[in-house]
């Protein structure tokens, strides 16, 4: 196959899988999902959906927020890790949202990473599922399934980022990031891995990589 073919061959094979994507985190507006996907860095997407109830039903808006104290935020969060840092980033974040930009999530990358903890990653979350713009944030999963389909060298995930958004058509990015994310995590995990379940890898996938997993499986 082609570069072009396997590109092809990875979108119609996600399109497939999932015809309807559900989005990883729960939340209910542009701040509630900021809230949630900085909660989400080296912490499970589950986890996270079973703390934000519990933060949001004391606050789901900067105004709220601001009148919980950074140890109080910290006690909630607890669980999903980095708690100090964390909890920082959510109440210095309100105080910015609540200053200068009443209270509401802006609309532009730049504003997003200039926020307390937040980083590209969290802000192409924000600009792709709350405003629709097209953006490609790269997870680990990402990161993992475009190594293994040979998509990129996959040194880093800014390298990585760069070869998706060249290789695939941007109108698609939105949807195809989240796709790649659920396809990760049903059929292309890194443990318990099934190459026979990952037809995408097992068809497209990466030479040394799939010599690896034979080497691995036939010890």
């Not at 109440?91 to 937040?118: N, R």
């Not at 192409?124 to 990402?142: E, L, N």
Request: charge should be positive.
């Amino acid at each position: 196959m082609t570069k072009q073919e396997r590109v092809t061959f990875v979108i119609n094979t996600l399109k497939e899988l999932y015809p309807t994507i559900p989005i990883p985190l729960d939340h209910n507006d542009p701040y509630t999902l900021l809230i949630a996907v900085l909660l989400s860095a080296q912490c499970t997407d589950v986890r996270v959906n079973k703390i934000t109830p519990l933060l949001f039903a004391k606050a789901d808006n900067p105004y709220d927020m601001v009148k919980m104290s950074i140890e109080e935020i910290k006690e909630i969060i607890r669980p999903c890790g980095l708690s100090p840092m964390k909890s920082k980033g959510i109440h210095g974040l309100s105080e910015i949202l609540i200053e200068k930009y009443d209270g509401k999530v802006p609309q532009s990358f730049e504003a997003l990473e200039s926020l307390p903890a937040v980083g590209h990653k969290t802000a192409s979350v924000v600009m792709s599922q709350a405003f629709g713009v097209p953006a490609f944030p790269v997870d680990t999963h990402i990161h993992r399934l475009m190594y293994r389909w040979n998509l990129t060298n996959g040194k880093n995930v800014v390298q990585t980022e760069k070869d998706a958004k060249r290789i695939f058509p941007e109108s698609i990015w939105n949807d195809l990031h989240l796709q790649i994310i659920w396809y990760g995590r049903e059929y292309s995990p890194a443990r318990g891995w099934d190459i026979e379940k990952d037809i995408i890898t097992k068809t497209i996938g990466r030479k040394n990589v799939l010599e690896e997993y034979i080497k691995k499986t036939s010890r």
